[in-house]
């Protein structure tokens, strides 16, 4: 059964917001704990376990359209894009929309829309180190990673590493993937990976985006 969502506002609040950008402009990332409802955060996180259960996730890959590859060697997660179809993903898409206007409003990013998907790394997965977006090519402009999984074990792994911008050797911070923890970054700039994981471990993985009209198409495809 799925658990009941919790009725209060999933938004970040404004203290966690202006929190969020002042350190998106001073180190280019933020890293909160106890951010997002615990409450959605076990809805959610039961939904995606159920899809792993019946087979409700696709195999993820690198690159995207045409240039779409499964790597092993490179990722071993399995995803869901969000689409609205439950309450838990309707609260948590009307909390990044409320973050996307705050965003827009504070440093004038023209974000256009918000993609996320559930991502379930089952034991013994990762994802090397890489970048977001490339510079100047891609229109994802701040990624975002909300942790659903509870209880994570202080041996668990699958934490996600964040490395120096100009330096991607140099290791900044190290998140632990704890149900109510919130990470975003600048997705160009920002390089990072997911360690091996020993348990099941639970996520969204989002994007902010900029409108990036090609051929007369708007905004092409993910």
Not at 10 to 20: G, R
Not at 137 to 142: D, L, T
Request: glycine letters at 10%.
């Amino acid at each position: 059964m799925t658990p009941s969502v919790a009725t209060s506002s999933a938004a970040l609040t404004p203290a966690t917001q202006v929190a969020l950008v002042d350190a998106l402009v001073e180190q280019g990332w933020y890293v909160g704990n106890g951010v997002i409802d615990l409450g959605l955060c076990e809805a959610l996180n039961s939904e995606v376990l159920h899809r792993a259960v019946y087979n409700g996730l696709d195999e993820a890959g690198i690159g995207r359209g045409q240039q779409h590859l499964l790597r092993k060697d490179i990722r071993g997660d399995a995803i869901h894009w969000l689409d609205r179809e439950s309450v838990a993903q309707r609260r948590y898409l009307e909390a990044m929309s409320e973050l996307q206007q705050a965003l827009n409003h504070a440093l004038f990013l023209g974000l256009f829309e918000y993609e996320a998907h559930f991502a379930h790394y089952p034991p013994g997965a990762f994802y090397q180190r890489h970048l977001d977006s490339f510079r100047g090519r891609a229109n994802r402009v701040i990624s975002t990673v909300g942790y659903l999984t509870p209880d994570w074990p202080s041996d668990g792994g699958g934490e996600m590493v964040i490395y120096h911008p100009d330096d991607p050797s140099q290791e900044v911070a190290r998140v632990v993937p704890e149900a109510g923890t919130f990470a975003c970054f600048l997705s160009e700039k920002i390089p990072h990976e997911v360690l091996p994981t020993r348990c099941p471990r639970t996520s969204i993985a989002g994007w902010f985006r900029r409108n990036a009209s090609l051929g007369g198409v708007l905004d092409p495809a993910r």
